[in-house]
């Protein structure tokens, strides 16, 4: 756990570097045999893209760097929980573990899709989730 | 329907080259008031990425045709029913009308998240569902 709390800050550096530039505040870091894969962050506004989600990026790019399609052997840290489309992702990709912060009642996977995770896809949830939440509650904020 | 017929052809004709390329044959184009704004077909062996579905792509490429990220005025044409990933994809870029021929019983989202669409997208079934099913089951018979 001590890991994960360490991990899931690079993806709250992620979430930051996100918020700086106008985009929903949202990290990830794919790890595989503790070694970072993977960084990215929500670009959807930059990249006019709505499929751009920092999940989205950190897969394609984990999996480039790996050379493979499946990321077994990895765990996904992303501090928002995953959307469907991202959820979908991630299954597709067999993700070996999943470890998210804040929960996402509005646009969540467990709410629309919660068999949509590969069955042997371990899903830890809460690390670090207030201050996961806390850059979101800040981001819509100032934006109102 | 005689559009959405000729449209599927061009999807179908995406499959066609997915197929030729050793990829599962799925196919799909966005339309724009009576325009191809993109094509694209299923890529996830040759690049790697099992984000590189046909529907991911062609919606990318439209809203970059576009300028802009939602694509409500917009029909999606797909041979094959959506998986969850891509559902969740159409969800987010609010495509007005999704179009698919044959459904997908295994990873489709309608088993998954039958909610998983935004509330506005009118979805029609079953256009040209033989042609897009023979051509899965001719690329699975050969496989085997």
Redesign the interface.
């Given at each position: 756990m001590a890991d994960d709390s360490f991990y899931m800050k690079q993806a709250l550096a992620e979430a930051a570097r996100a918020a700086e530039r106008g985009e929903v505040p949202v990290g990830a870091v794919v790890v595989c045999r503790d070694r970072i894969l993977a960084r990215a962050h929500n670009l959807?506004?930059t990249l006019?893209?709505?499929?751009a989600h920092a999940e989205?990026q950190a897969?394609?790019a984990a999996?480039?760097s790996l050379?493979?399609?499946?990321l077994t052997d990895c765990t996904l840290y992303v501090t928002v929980e995953p959307?469907?489309?991202?959820?979908?992702?991630i299954?597709?990709?067999q993700v070996g573990r999943l470890v998210f912060g804040a929960e996402d009642e509005k646009r969540g996977y467990q709410r629309?899709?919660p068999?949509?995770l590969h069955p042997k896809t371990v899903v830890v949830k809460g690390v670090l989730a207030d201050e996961c939440a806390g850059l979101m509650k800040d981001f819509f904020r100032k934006r109102r």
């Open positions: 959807t506004e006019h893209d709505v499929t989205m897969l394609t999996a480039n050379g493979a399609k499946y959307c469907v489309m991202c959820a979908g992702a299954a597709w990709s629309y899709a068999q949509a």
